[in-house]
């Protein structure tokens, strides 16, 4: 269990303190926790499921195939990565072995349960105006009950502090799709959903400034 924090930690504070975390069992084979990166300020935080393979073993979120591909669609979409919160709803990777690979796991609710101490941390020191979320698990952390991704995409739900969450798809679902033509669409479609959130981030900045 990690060390109390104090109510005014900074971001620093909070990542370096979840080095040690031992909330649920996922620490024992992770490499390490996977925090979140970003200004200590931002108005938009995306939220991912959890660290990939890659992620885990560079210890920083989003830095794998997934990455890739999210770093290039946030530029097409005119959004800047140092300037936009990148975070998991669980902090550590989850796995099956096989062979020299380690495949995904998807994280259970009792998993994403402990691990959203942090993100709620996460969320009251870095203070965004708007809140992606980026598949199924990212969508039941933040909003607290399973969220139908393909039937919400596109829409914004308000969490009961008011915070608006943006539900989409997590980039690594482009990865999966094996038709070419299909995946041009997605990726379009997931181009799309990026630009509606920097219009949206815009438009919260603009009426809290007025």
């Not at 620490?27 to 925090?35: K, M």
């Amino acid at each position: 269990m990690p060390p109390a924090l104090e109510e005014d930690a900074s971001i620093d504070t909070l990542r370096e303190s979840a080095r040690t975390c031992r909330r649920c069992p996922l620490w024992r084979d992770a490499t390490q926790t996977v925090f979140g990166e970003g200004p200590p300020r931002a108005d938009i935080i995306f939220v991912g499921e959890q660290p990939g393979d890659r992620e885990d073993l560079a210890g920083k979120p989003f830095v794998g195939p997934a990455g890739d591909i999210f770093d290039a669609i946030l530029e097409e979409a005119g959004l800047d990565r140092a300037r936009v919160y990148v975070t998991n709803a669980v902090k550590h990777f989850k796995f099956q072995p096989r062979g020299k690979r380690r495949i995904h796991s998807k994280p259970n609710v009792g998993e994403m349960r402990a691990c959203h101490w942090w993100l709620a941390k996460e969320l009251k020191i870095v203070k965004p105006r708007l809140a992606v979320a980026l598949g199924a698990t990212a969508a039941h952390s933040l909003i607290g009950k399973p969220i139908a991704v393909t039937r919400l995409r596109g829409e914004t739900m308000t969490r009961d502090d008011g915070l608006p969450v943006f539900i989409t798809i997590h980039p690594s679902f482009i990865l999966r799709i094996r038709d070419p033509a299909d995946r041009r669409a997605e990726r379009r479609r997931f181009l799309a959903d990026l630009v509606a959130v920097g219009k949206a981030a815009a438009s919260s900045v603009a009426s809290i400034r007025r």
